[in-house]
C-alpha cells in the first residue's frame, strides 16, 4: 500500500503530475490517495521530501499483478499502471485481445527486382533539377518493363546515425560532438547496449565555415573511413563503420548481453549453482539475483546483500554512469556491496560481482562482522561468467546515412514530384541509395535512411555548399513511370546504357 506521511508532505504536488492513473490528489496542501491506486509507486521514488512510502501491506480487494516487476495491486474493475492489464473478478487480464493479422499489405513492387537495374554511383548530377536525371535506364525483368531513374543528389539534408556498442559512458545525452574543434553533432538517447550519436543535419550543414568538417565528416564516415570525435566534457572517440570502437584509448570487445537485470533472468538457473548471490553491474539496471523474481524462480531467498545503486523494483538497481565496471562508477568489486544484514545473511557466503559482459568478475565472501572480502574466483564460478561472455556480440560500430529527397532532387524524375513523393509512401516505387535499400519515415517527405554497410563503398562525396552526395536510384514499372509524368522521352535500354559504356550484359 502507499501511504502518505502527512507531517513530512509539502503539498508540492510533484506526485500529482507524475502519477499514471490519477490516483493521488492534493487537499489543504497535502496529499491523499484515491481508490485508483495500484501502489505502483512512482510517487514514492519522486518525492522530493521522502512524504509517501510504500508498504508491503496488501489493500483488500486488490489482486497483485505479476506481469512485471512493479507489481500494482489492482482493485477490482482497475487497470494497473501500465493500463494493460484490469482486475476483473480478481484476475489480471489484459484489456486488448489478441491482433493476430497484421495490417501491412504485400506492396505491388513485389514485382520489382530487389536490385536497381544500375546504380547512381558515378552517374553525375543533372543541374538545374528541372532537367532529367542524367541516367534513365529500362529493361524486361520476368516479363514487366521495368524502369530505374539514378542521379547522384546534392543533400543539405543529410546526416548520419553511429550506433557504437559499448557500456562506456561517453557523455551526457545531448552533448556536443567535436571534430578538430568544430561541432559536428551531438550525443542522442542511448540504445539497447549501444550508445548513439547524430552527426550533421541541415542547422549544423549551414554553419558558415564549420560546415566543411561536419560535410567531411559526414562522407567520412558513410564511406567508412575512421573518424575520430571528442565528445564535450566526455570521451574520445575512434569510430568506423564495422570496426570495434575505441574509447578514450581502449578498444571495446563485448557488447552487453542485457541489462543488469536481464543478464540476472537469462542465467539465474547457472549462477544459483555456484554462488549465493550476484549483483550484475550495468550502466542502466544493476541485477541482484536472490531478490531478483528470476532468483526466487530457482527457488532463492533474499540473502539480505543490499548492493550499490537506487532501488527500482525487486532485484533491480539504478546506478551512476561512470568508467568503471558495467560503465558504472564501481572500478572496486567490494565497492558493489553496500551492507549485509547478517539477521538473513552467513559468514561464508559467496558474492559473485560481475557485469553484462562478463569481461569483469570477482568473488566475495561475507565475513563475520557483516563486511566482505575478496577471495580467489573458482573455476565453477569462472566457467558461469564465461557463458554470459560467450553469449555476448562483439562491439561494432554501424554507421546509418539518413538524407531528404523531398525537393527538387524529384524533378529530375517527373514533372509531378509530388506523385514521385506518393508513390514511394505507398511501396509502388523501390527507393535505394548506393544500390543499398532504404527505410523511408513515415510522414511528409521523403525521409530515409540505409545501412552504409550494404551500399557500394566509398559511395558518397561532398560539395562545398556544403551538402553531401548521395547516389540515388528509384525503380519501377514502366507504367507507373508513365502515371508520374517521367521524363520518358529520355529512356534508354540496358543493351543500350552498355554499349555506350563499352561493356556487354
Known amino acids: 500500500m502507499i501511504k502518505v506521511i502527512l507531517d513530512k508532505c509539502k503539498g508540492c504536488s510533484i506526485c500529482v503530475k507524475n502519477c499514471p492513473l490519477d490516483a493521488i490528489e492534493v487537499k489543504e496542501k497535502k496529499a491523499y490517495t484515491n481508490d485508483k491506486c495500484v501502489s505502483c509507486g512512482i510517487c514514492v521514488r519522486v518525492c522530493p521530501f521522502k512524504a509517501i512510502e510504500r508498504t508491503d501491506e496488501q489493500a483488500p480487494n486488490t489482486v497483485k499483478c ?67 536525371a542524367p541516367f534513365i535506364v529500362q529493361d524486361n525483368i520476368e516479363g514487366v518493363d521495368v524502369v530505374t531513374v539514378v542521379t547522384e543528389a546534392p543533400l543539405s539534408y543529410s546526416g548520419v546515425k553511429v550506433k557504437i556498442d559499448t557500456n562506456m559512458h561517453i557523455g551526457e ?4 560532438v567535436k571534430r578538430d574543434g568544430k561541432v559536428v553533432g551531438m550525443v542522442t538517447t542511448e540504445e539497447y547496449g549501444a550508445k548513439m550519436l547524430t552527426i550533421g543535419g541541415a542547422n549544423l550543414l549551414s554553419n558558415g565555415n564549420d560546415g566543411f568538417v561536419v560535410a567531411k565528416t559526414i562522407v567520412d564516415l558513410a564511406n567508412g573511413r575512421r573518424v575520430t570525435l571528442k565528445v564535450e566534457n566526455g570521451s574520445t572517440l575512434e569510430v568506423q563503420q564495422g570496426e570495434a570502437p575505441i574509447i578514450d584509448g581502449l578498444e571495446e570487445k563485448l557488447m552487453r548481453v542485457g541489462c543488469g537485470s536481464a543478464t540476472v533472468g537469462m542465467f539465474a538457473r547457472h549462477l544459483c549453482n555456484v554462488v549465493d548471490e550476484a549483483i550484475v553491474l ?33 532485484g533491480r538497481y539504478f546506478g551512476n554512469h561512470g568508467h568503471g565496471w558495467g560503465g558504472t562508477e564501481i572500478v572496486n568489486p567490494i565497492d558493489a556491496v553496500v551492507s549485509v544484514d547478517m539477521n538473513l545473511c552467513k559468514a561464508g557466503r559467496k558474492i559473485l560481482v560481475t557485469e553484462t559482459t562478463g569481461q569483469k568478475a570477482a568473488l566475495l565472501e561475507v565475513q563475520a562482522d557483516g563486511l566482505v572480502k575478496e577471495i580467489p574466483m573458482t573455476e565453477e564460478v569462472l566457467n558461469a561468467v564465461r557463458l554470459i561472455s560467450n553469449t555476448c556480440e562483439e562491439s561494432k560500430v554501424a554507421v546509418i546515412y539518413t538524407g531528404g529527397t523531398g525537393g527538387s532532387a524529384r524533378a529530375g524524375v517527373t ?42 563503398p566509398e559511395a558518397t562525396t561532398w560539395v562545398p555548399t556544403p551538402a553531401t552526395v548521395a547516389p540515388v536510384e528509384y525503380t519501377m514499372t514502366r507504367e507507373k513511370y508513365e502515371d508520374l509524368g517521367g521524363h520518358t522521352e529520355h529512356i534508354i535500354t540496358k543493351d543500350e546504357l552498355l554499349k555506350m559504356l563499352g561493356k556487354e550484359e
Not at 72 to 79: A, D, L, N, Q
Not at 173 to 176: D, I, L, M, Y
Not at 287 to 306: D, I, P
Not at 439 to 444: D, E, K, R, V, Y
Request: include cysteine.
Open 66 to 132: 505479476t506481469h512485471c516487476p512493479v507489481n500494482c495491486t489492482i482493485p477490482e474493475g482497475k487497470t494497473g499502471a501500465c493500463k494493460r492489464y484490469t482486475n476483473i473478478n480478481g484476475e489480471t487480464v489484459r484489456n486488448r485481445k489478441l491482433v493476430v493479422d497484421a495490417i501491412t499489405s504485400i506492396p505491388e513492387t513485389e514485382k520489382l527486382p530487389y536490385k536497381p537495374l544500375i546504380t547512381a554511383v558515378g552517374s553525375g548530377t543533372s543541374y538545374p533539377c528541372c532537367r532529367p
Open 282 to 314: 550495468d550502466y542502466h539496471v544493476i541485477g541482484l539475483l536472490s531478490e531478483h523474481f528470476a532468483g526466487q524462480e530457482v527457488g532463492m531467498t533474499y540473502s539480505g546483500v543490499v548492493p550499490y545503486g537506487v532501488k527500482s523494483t525487486r
Open 415 to 456: 514533372n509531378y514530384p509530388r506523385k514521385l513523393t506518393d508513390a514511394i509512401h505507398n511501396d509502388q516505387i523501390r527507393m535505394t541509395v548506393a544500390g543499398a535499400p532504404v527505410f523511408i519515415l513515415p510522414g511528409g517527405g521523403i525521409n530515409f535512411m540505409v545501412d552504409v554497410a550494404k551500399m557500394i
Open 173 to 176: 545525452e545531448g552533448a556536443k
